[in-house]
């Protein structure tokens, strides 16, 4: 072979080799993962062993979650393609439609579902279709009372059966859900024509008629689901006693017609009825208006609830009982806790007159007492009462204050001042009156001291306190205010120094005869300087004596605070007093004594030692005015020495002037 021909080979198996090897790179090298979404089960697998227990949501079974739920990734979380019942529509459409219906059961017209059922499987109630989240009735007594329904001696087999035998648990065009009308329903269990039927009906043929009428359709404590209250003849099965037999034409027909048949057995009672005041059916003998002449779920066999029954015929009772504030038997529906329901001697056919009937319910205990209201110690209760209902509280005829004031009308008057008590303004006369009776005068809740004190607690703290005002104490508030309404401020009996005038009689003596007076003496304003209530301090001031002073003395306030001054040890101990009379005196700026006999109530002892002497260069001082050399309140000398001295003074050289001793 030639040398190009060897050549061209090696070329070819290079290039193969370097293909295989290529081929080996790539195989070797890592290939991307494909991508695996986990189903709902591989996490969920216990929940779905759990909904095995019972029937299965299709969803469920079909392993088709996300047909209601969205994914949620790692994250967990529960999250619906949509809240509620329109989840449910998207399937369930037809059922959607039903809640055009008349009667809508109403967690299904709520659009709450899972009220009844459940979403994922009936396992809570096995064997039971709908998933339903409770077995049979237990799933209608989540909610409905169990007792009211089969709490009775006699069942009805319809509900030992099931609610739903004769109610749609969605919605229906009947009441209360009802699958068929009237009687119908009824027929789909019993046949009215069979003979125990009949024997059962005194051989009377009832089909056709109100079968609820007698039976109550879910449990009662009397035999063959017969109503609470009976008609005694009923009670025996004698229904020959008012109506015609069995194979009479028309059957069921009455004997006798209207009241007269009632009165062959009620005869007794005719008396009763045959009253001044006759309820008007019976006067126009209609029992039946209100009785049901065979049972009846009401006492006396009424033929409905005594409220709806009376509300009935008095339509225009019915608008005016809608108050804020009704009298409990009419709220209660009890019209003959007060009315005779056939026949009274008294107006209204009331049971009693006056207070009487009202203490049929209402003790008599604080309605009689050393004082009575006059209302009630005339027993017209309704003098100030509405007997049914009112806007106001306890059945007021009118607001509270209007009230009083019909009667009271010279108190109004008396009252209406431009200081009103806020209790007398906001017309709220109960807060300190009884409105039947009291142990007190003026029907007053309880003495005027406690009476008081109980709004103005406050001034109750004030006895026993040093500065305490004795009228406080003893409660005798109206020496000062008048109860009610006053030309005054705070309702005072007067204004100014008058007032306090009324008790302090000697001391406005000595005032008007004193030659100095205070200035607020002057002005009569006594509570510029006293509590008028009391205080802790004596005096009943509103603060030390000291600041007391200083709130008009401002400037003498203002030089002692200068710390660089000396003060006169009264001033700095706050004892204005020991020198100043507070109200009046004899001499200028109410000084309780003149010149150096002022100063000697404190100063006489040491006027008599040399070192007085001494300090007063050896002059006598005797009779001298302290006040030419000294102040009497606060100065820069340590000495209370004038500011501005005469020079020989300052120095000290009083011989010059003066003799020494």
């Known amino acids: 072979m030639s040398e190009e021909g060897e050549l061209r080979i090696y070329r070819v198996l290079s290039l193969l080799l370097l293909a295989v090897a290529v081929g080996l790179a790539g195989g070797c090298a890592p290939q991307p993962k494909k991508a695996f979404r986990k189903q709902c089960v591989d996490c969920h697998q216990a929940s779905l062993d759990k909904y095995k227990a019972g029937t299965l949501h299709a969803p469920v079974a079909e392993n088709r979650c996300e047909e209601c739920h969205k994914p949620h990734g790692l994250l967990g979380g529960l999250s619906l393609r949509s ?71 006699t069942v009805h087999g319809a509900v030992e059966k099931g609610c739903m035998s004769c109610h749609d648990p969605h919605a229906s065009d009947l009441p209360f859900g009802l699958r068929a009308e009237g009687d119908r329903l009824c027929l789909d269990c019993h046949d009215p024509g069979a003979s125990a039927f009949r024997s059962g ?60 048949l009632c009165y062959e057995c009620h005869d007794e009672q ?113 003098n100030c009462h509405d007997p049914h209902a009112s806007d106001e509280p306890s059945q007021l005829t009118a607001a509270l204050g209007p009230l009083c004031y019909g009667c009271h009308s010279a108190e109004k008057e008396r009252f209406t001042k431009v200081s009103m008590h806020p209790k007398v303004r906001e017309g709220a006369c109960t ?47 109206l020496s000062c205010h008048d109860a009610h309404g006053s030309v005054n401020a705070m309702q005072l009996l007067a204004v100014d120094s008058s007032l306090c005038y009324k008790c302090h009689k000697e001391t406005k003596a000595a005032f008007d005869s004193a030659p100095t007076r205070h200035r607020p003496i002057s002005q009569g304003r006594c509570l510029v300087c006293h509590m008028p209530h009391g205080s802790k301090i004596e005096g009943s001031l509103p ?27 009264p001033v700095s101990e706050g004892r204005c007093d020991s020198c100043h009379d507070h109200h009046v005196g004899d001499n200028d700026n109410l000084l309780v004594a003149t010149g150096a006999a002022l100063c000697v109530e404190c100063h006489g002892e040491r006027m008599k030692t040399p070192g007085y002497a001494a300090a007063h260069g050896g002059i006598p001082t005797e009779g001298v005015e302290c006040l030419g050399c000294h102040e009497p309140h606060a100065a820069e000398d340590a000495k209370l020495l004038h500011k501005v001295k005469h020079e020989p003074f300052r120095k000290r050289l009083c011989e010059k002037c003066h003799q020494k001793l």
């Open 431 to 477: 807060a300190c009156h009884s409105p039947h009776a009291s142990a007190r005068e003026g029907l007053l809740k309880s003495g005027r001291r406690e009476l008081c004190f109980t709004c103005h607690e406050s001034y109750a703290k004030l006895r026993d306190m040093a500065g305490e005002h004795p009228v406080v104490s003893r409660g005798e508030c």
């Open 83 to 153: 809240d509620g019942a329109p989840l449910c529509y998207q399937c369930h459409e037809g059922q959607k439609k039903t809640l055009e219906k008349k009667s809508v059961h109403r967690p299904f017209g709520d659009g709450k579902c899972l009220f009844c059922h459940d979403s994922h499987s009936s396992y809570r109630a096995p064997g039971s279709r709908g998933l339903v989240s409770a077995a049979g009735n237990d799933l209608c007594y989540q909610c409905h009372d169990r007792d009211s329904y089969s709490g009775g001696k």
């Open 543 to 569: 603060r030390p004596l000291d600041a007391l002073c200083y709130s008009c003395h401002d400037g003498l306030q203002a030089r002692l605070k200068d710390i660089s001054l000396t003060s006169h040890k």
């Open 201 to 260: 009906h005194s051989g009377y043929d009832v089909e056709g008629t109100a079968c609820l009428a007698c039976h109550e359709p879910h449990s009662t404590d009397k035999d063959r689901l017969v109503r609470a209250y009976v008609h005694e003849p009923f009670a025996r099965r004698a229904c020959a006693d008012c109506h015609r037999g069995p194979d009479s034409s028309p059957p069921l027909a009455l004997k006798v017609g209207g009241e007269r």
């Open 270 to 382: 005719r008396a009763e009825f045959n009253r001044t005041h006759s309820h008007e059916p019976v006067a126009g003998g209609r029992c039946t208006t209100c009785h049901d002449p065979h049972v009846s779920d009401y006492e006396s066999i009424l033929s409905r609830p005594q409220k709806e029954l009376c509300y009935g015929c008095h339509t225009d009772s019915a608008a005016r009982h809608d108050r804020k504030f009704v009298h409990g038997v009419v709220e209660e529906g009890k019209c003959s806790a007060c009315h005779l329901p056939h026949g009274s001697d008294n107006r209204m056919i009331l049971k009693a007159t006056g207070a009487a009937l009202c203490y049929e319910c209402h003790s008599r205990d604080g309605f009689a007492d050393a004082v009575t209201h006059a209302p009630i110690r005339e027993g017209d209760c309704l």
